[in-house]
């Protein structure tokens, strides 16, 4: 995006690798350590996070990939991917 931070990308990218690696949105990893006390580490993972903006790809029941965007608000990086993804495979 224009003016993105180079952060930005890195974030989109972990937000992205999230996804993928738990089939999950990204914003769910940190529900999950809400409510269960435990923190980000316990993936022993650098690369997973649990800002909202990361979303799996499925098709046909199966994780593909996944998508993130970083550099607006949590909530409108998940909103733009889950709108990407609407617009990729409206069939699914």
Do not use: F
């Amino acid at each position: 995006m224009v003016k993105a931070t180079i952060q930005s990308g890195i974030l989109a990218q972990a937000k992205a690798y999230t996804a993928a690696r738990e089939g999950i949105p990204s914003s769910d990893i940190a529900q999950w350590a809400q409510k269960t006390g435990k923190d980000i580490g316990y993936w022993v993972d650098p690369k997973i996070t649990g800002m909202a903006g990361g979303v799996p790809i499925i098709v046909n029941d199966q994780v593909i990939g996944g998508i993130g965007a970083s550099g607006l608000s949590e909530e409108a990086d998940e909103q733009l991917v889950k709108e990407a993804l609407t617009r990729c495979y409206s069939h699914s």
